[in-house]
């Protein structure tokens, strides 16, 4: 298959250029390898038993290897990090070495590898990185604080968006469709399940069907802040009896365990503008279709309306809180290549929130508000105006995107963006 250009690629280049290592992390599926192979003279197959086998009787000798070299999915071989952590020490060319990882290692390294090894995170592909048309609205020149102009006309529709959730963002799986994409997405979770948990967690689970009933749940609950307590409860409806709080927690670090839950971090200002803020993550799986396989919706229930599998608190339709997992996902890639991190706003007792807040490292931020709507209104807007009162100059931008066609700022100094327009 021909490689599609990710946005990573810029940042990897940039950075290989001056660091002797790397390590690419993120779900299984999201094309870590296909990148990183492009830069590799050597590569490693680590999840490959044999050359497992032969990596495990002498790994220093991996490291003599023609370079750059590629540890592809690394975890398997965790004395790895701390061989080359120790060839960093000892002064390794830039661009030495590159890993790749599916999974936390179930025996982290001795040393965490910081100012060594540096991480980039990789998830499923942006719609930029989707689309034939190119962006016309830059998260980076939002996050300048220049007020940048805003312009472009999109010819995506409600029903392209919809397309996409349903498609995802998994490079290997664009070409499919229907019930063949359904069952290699139903097959991914599968084997996750069946294989990941013996291979990287180093136990077999023990009851599959509750882990797929709390995955169903945690799909339902997907762009909101519902606690864990409530998916647990929506989880074991109309079964006699409730997981313990442990088996929950065990279920949720597994899935973090190989990033198939990608929570939004709540926002922790570093001035103290806001009190009462409240700390929940906003819970996103990896990709907006496996949520929607899980709960076993198609595009025409999505826009009928459809609200199927567990009840949990939730503001508004299920395609709308996919439309926002949607466009978080393509977020969270564009900050990343704008050194930005992403987190969320709301209020203890949920009176004010913002879905996605954007900060640099100065601590001033960009907001956005995600609405499955063509056209905004004054009450879409209550929000952003509330922070930008309680913030002043540490707002650089407030944005809203929608579903539209047309990307312009309003009047009072609000941009209107469709998602398919807004890009790194």
């Known amino acids: 298959m021909e490689y599609l250009p990710r946005i990573i690629d810029d940042e990897l280049d940039e950075l290989a250029a001056a660091l002797p290592a790397i390590v690419i992390e993120g779900p299984k599926g999201v094309g870590k390898t296909a990148t990183a192979s492009r830069r590799a003279a050597t590569t490693h197959e680590l999840d490959d038993p044999a050359q497992r086998s032969l990596a495990r009787a002498e790994p220093a000798r991996l490291l003599e290897d023609t370079p750059p070299v590629l540890f592809d999915e690394w975890q398997h071989l965790p004395e790895i990090w701390d061989l080359i952590r120790r060839r960093v020490d000892r002064g390794a060319e830039p661009g030495q070495y590159l890993l790749t990882g599916s999974a936390l290692p179930t025996d982290p390294p001795t040393h965490s590898g910081a100012a060594r090894i540096v991480t980039l995170r990789m998830r499923p592909l942006s719609l930029a990185e989707r689309n034939d048309e190119p962006p016309t609205v830059s998260l980076l020149g939002l996050l300048s604080g220049k007020k940048p102009e805003i312009r472009g006309r999109t010819s995506w529709k409600l029903e392209r968006y919809v397309d996409e959730i349903m498609r995802s963002g998994f490079p290997g799986l664009r070409g499919l469709s229907d019930r063949p994409l359904r069952a290699q997405l139903d097959g991914y979770l599968r084997r996750i399940v069946d294989r990941?948990?013996?291979?990287?967690?180093?136990?077999?689970?023990?009851?599959?069907?509750?882990?797929?009933?709390?995955?169903?749940?945690?799909?339902?609950?997907?762009?909101?802040?519902?606690?864990?307590?409530?998916?647990?409860?929506?989880?074991?409806?109309?079964?006699?009896?409730?997981?313990?709080?442990?088996?929950?927690?065990?279920?949720?670090?597994?899935?973090?365990?190989?990033?198939?839950?990608?929570?939004?971090?709540?926002?922790?200002?570093?001035?103290?503008?806001?009190?009462?803020?409240?700390?929940?993550?906003?819970?996103?799986?990896?990709?907006?279709?496996?949520?929607?396989?899980?709960?076993?919706?198609?595009?025409?229930?999505?826009?009928?309306g459809a609200s199927p599998g567990p009840r949990v608190p939730r503001d508004g339709t299920l395609l709308g809180a996919l439309f926002e997992s949607l466009v978080t996902l393509s977020v969270r890639t564009y900050a990343q290549a704008a050194e930005a991190e992403v987190a969320h706003l709301r209020t203890?007792?949920?009176?004010?929130?913002?879905?996605?807040?954007?900060?640099?490292?100065?601590?001033r931020v960009l907001a956005l508000e995600v609405k499955l709507t063509r056209t905004v209104s004054e009450g879409d807007l209550g929000h952003l105006s509330w922070l930008a009162e309680r913030i002043g100059d540490d707002l650089l931008d407030t944005v809203v995107i929608t579903c539209g066609q047309e990307a312009y700022r309003r009047r009072d100094g609000i941009c209107v963006v469709p998602a398919s327009l807004l890009g790194p």
């Open 348 to 363: 203890r007792g949920g009176e004010r929130e913002v879905d996605l807040i954007i900060e640099r490292s100065d601590g």
């Open 196 to 304: 990941g948990f013996p291979d990287e967690v180093g136990r077999k689970l023990r009851n599959p069907a509750a882990l797929r009933r709390w995955m169903t749940a945690y799909a339902a609950a997907s762009s909101t802040t519902t606690s864990f307590e409530k998916i647990r409860d929506a989880a074991s409806a109309g079964h006699e009896e409730k997981p313990a709080k442990t088996t929950v927690g065990h279920y949720r670090e597994a899935l973090e365990h190989f990033w198939i839950l990608d929570p939004v971090p709540a926002w922790a200002p570093t001035r103290n503008h806001i009190r009462r803020l409240a700390i929940p993550p906003k819970h996103q799986l990896a990709d907006p279709a496996l949520a929607a396989l899980l709960l076993g919706v198609d595009a025409g229930a999505l826009l009928e």
